[in-house]
């Protein structure tokens, strides 16, 4: 243990503020690795609750406590952890989250058989607000593009595992632009720096959301993301292609802080965003459903510490009155997001939940789409990354009389085909052909129209014939 704690392989940083409440687990999380030869570095932004005496109850050798001065934020947190720390591997963590135990053991051997890689990330629980139970698995895109890092928060810090070379990077961390949002700088320039990123396929962290939490400065936090973003937009190693991407990129953030001020009932705020974004990507707005109205429904079933249809009056009331189409956007909001809902908490053991979301939609006439059974293939997906995809059809086996009755069986039998083909898929891009002409062959009697679905036959007759991707 001495040596380990002398030359530990793998540094582990969690910034904390005000974390009194939630940093114990985080940190016990971490203690419980079985990889066991890591530091952890847990830097107090100047937090003014008792944050650093959750902290010095650790007794473990391995757990170090720093302090600022003053508080700096997150960002400048991290790098203060990354400038005290000794391993060739850095994690982060964020002190509401939690580790899975076997998190360092699969990113050091992941690193340690891939060394072109400098970037490791995985999916994610995300949790019910303020309880253990699982909302989803959140699944960042197997690999990940530029465009997709600035564009989104696919990678929250929990899931980041860096080796020490590109993490001492300065120019990542610094100059502080901005107190929020600097994980897209962060993000962006290691990628256009040239380090390689890579998704380990395990789910091996869990994202945890506090209930009733409430934001202050909402306009100044949106223009930090803004200015976060712009600083990879504006960056001469930045591609044009996703240089073009800055007015949906801008939207986005708009969007989301616009739901955030409407949420919170300050109506002034988000209808001044709408209005920015309707400056530059007006066709955000228009559509059945609109692009908008899609995004606001992601964010709203997302938030399970309010009533979602309530949270959905709530924000539909505050639009502006000039806005299109807000009465059937409203509608088909609640019928989908409700069925989303539905198959979430049938999958995650929450039956009694998923029958009052599935009730909620059919009261309004949902009927299933291409649209749904992708979003619906998806949270699926998630559910196989985490148990399996035999636990997805033994799931689908034993609830399908339920499904069936809200979705009908033509939608029920399409469920189960779109997920035979992205796993199909999902197996053929890891080099696997050896089951996919059977998964196939499921779905195709199944749903008849993917025999003229060109992606689907052709993955049918190179796996047929052994021909992998990797060969």
Not at 142 to 167: C, D, H, M, T
Not at 178 to 204: S, Y
Not at 340 to 361: C, H, M, P, Q, T
């Amino acid at each position: 243990m001495d040596a380990m704690k002398n030359n530990p392989l793998v540094s582990v940083i969690i910034p904390a503020y005000n974390g009194s409440d939630s940093i114990a687990a985080a940190i016990q999380s971490v203690l419980a690795q079985t990889h066991a030869n890591f530091e952890l570095i847990v830097v107090d932004d100047k937090s003014p609750d008792t944050t650093g005496e959750a902290v010095q109850q650790f007794s473990d050798a391995r757990v170090k406590y720093i302090r600022h001065e003053e508080n700096q934020g997150a960002s400048t947190a991290r790098w203060t952890g990354i400038t005290h720390s000794a391993g060739e591997i850095v994690a982060f963590l964020d002190q509401d989250d939690t580790f899975h135990p076997e998190k360092l053991e699969a990113h050091v051997k992941f690193l340690e058989e891939n060394p072109e890689i400098g970037f490791s990330y995985n999916p994610y629980y995300e949790h019910v607000h303020s309880s253990d139970s699982i909302r989803t698995v959140a699944m960042p895109p197997q690999n990940i593009s530029l465009g997709e890092l600035v564009l989104g928060f696919y990678l929250p810090p929990s899931a980041w595992v860096v080796r020490r070379k590109w993490a001492l990077i300065e120019e990542v961390w610094y100059p502080q632009v901005a107190m929020r949002g600097r994980e897209i700088i962060v993000c962006g320039k290691l990628f256009m720096a040239g380090c390689k990123f890579a998704r380990i396929d395990r789910v091996l962290h869990s994202r945890n959301y506090q209930a009733g939490r409430r934001f202050g400065a909402l306009e100044k936090k949106c223009e930090d993301e803004l200015a976060c973003q712009e600083a990879i937009f504006s960056d001469p190693r930045c591609p044009p292609e996703v240089a073009k991407m800055r007015p949906i990129g801008n939207s986005a953030i708009r969007a989301m802080w616009a739901n955030v001020a409407f949420t919170q009932r300050e109506t002034a705020v988000g209808r001044k965003l709408l209005w920015e974004i309707s400056q530059s990507m007006p066709g955000l707005f228009y559509g059945a459903p609109s692009l908008y109205t899609t995004f606001l429904m992601g964010y709203c079933i997302d938030d399970e510490s309010h009533d979602y249809e309530t949270l959905l009056e709530t924000i539909f009331k505050q639009f502006p009155p000039e806005m299109p189409g807000v009465l059937e956007g409203y509608m088909w909001a609640v019928a989908r997001g409700n069925y989303v809902r539905g198959i979430r908490a049938l999958f995650w053991n929450r039956a009694d939940d998923a029958e009052k979301y599935f009730s909620l939609g059919d009261e309004i006439g949902f009927q299933p789409d291409k649209e749904f059974v992708l979003q619906a293939t998806h949270e699926m997906l998630g559910f196989a990354m985490s148990n399996g995809e035999a636990a997805v059809l033994s799931r689908l086996g034993s609830l399908s009389a339920e499904i069936e009755k809200h979705l009908g069986k033509h939608g029920t039998q399409w469920l189960i085909a779109s997920f035979l083909v992205n796993i199909a898929e999902q197996k053929y891009r890891n080099g696997e052909t050896k089951n996919i002409p059977t998964m196939l062959m499921g779905a195709f009697r199944r749903r008849p129209k993917y025999l003229v679905d060109r992606g689907a036959l052709s993955l049918f007759f190179k796996s047929m014939f052994g021909v992998g991707v990797r060969s």
